[in-house]
């Protein structure tokens, strides 16, 4: 694995939240940033990749005796990792959305699947898939919505978001994509690798039950 000191400066965990914000890094990088630098014989990035294992595995539980196992992690870092999450937990925490499939994405976008016209949704993600805003960009007709890639990113760009999902509807019930959803994706997909924000998956949502792009192979790599 290469070091930080062996990544572009551009790449590196703080540059990137300093260029794109926090919400723009993902797990790793967020340990990362906070860890600052390994131990002699251990890189920052190895310990972070641990640290985040931890984190997964015992979630609130994670304690510092915990940390401490890590090769090269310290009494001063494991106290840094603790008092960061601490401090989050005490004044930010809130209800986290984590979407990482299409059944993830069917709670949230339930209020669209009977519509009578069809609706398309951006949901916008961080760095670790969770829901940073979800909005209704258009609300089209009985078959189609009008959607320009300019209007669908404008405010994923302003959330700094690092990937997104699209959903809309189909008020006919019909759950495959149309040449007109086809075509519409080609081009989101397109806009979001010039704008560097990845698209996770398109869905299509009907009262039936759901469409999933990536799960059949329709996620459109862009050219």
Request: proline share 5%.
């Amino acid at each position: 694995m290469k070091t930080i000191k062996d990544m572009p400066e551009h790449a590196r965990p703080r540059e990137k939240l300093r260029e794109k914000g926090p919400k723009a890094l993902t797990d790793e990088e967020l340990v990362t940033a906070i860890l600052g630098m390994g131990t002699t014989g251990v890189d920052v990035r190895t310990m972070a990749k641990q640290v985040v294992s931890l984190i997964r595995e015992h979630k609130e539980g994670l304690s510092l005796d915990h940390l401490l196992e890590v090769p090269g992690m310290g009494l001063a870092k494991a106290a840094q990792i603790l008092s960061a999450f601490e401090l989050a937990r005490r004044h930010l925490f809130k209800d986290i959305v984590k979407i990482i499939c299409a059944r993830d994405i069917l709670p949230p976008v339930s209020d669209i699947a009977g519509k009578q016209q069809e609706h398309f949704v951006c949901i916008s993600l961080n760095g670790a898939n969770e829901v940073i805003e979800k909005r209704v960009v258009t609300i089209g007709l009985l078959n189609k919505s009008p959607v320009h890639p300019r209007e669908v990113f404008a405010d994923v760009i302003a959330d700094r978001a690092a990937a997104v999902f699209f959903v809309h509807n189909h008020p006919s019930g019909e759950l495959q994509p149309s040449e007109f959803d086809l075509n519409i994706h080609r081009q989101l997909t397109e806009a979001g690798k010039i704008l560097g924000i990845q698209v996770l998956d398109h869905v299509i949502v009907t009262r039936k039950g759901y469409y999933s792009f990536r799960e059949a192979g329709l996620l459109v790599q862009p050219t």
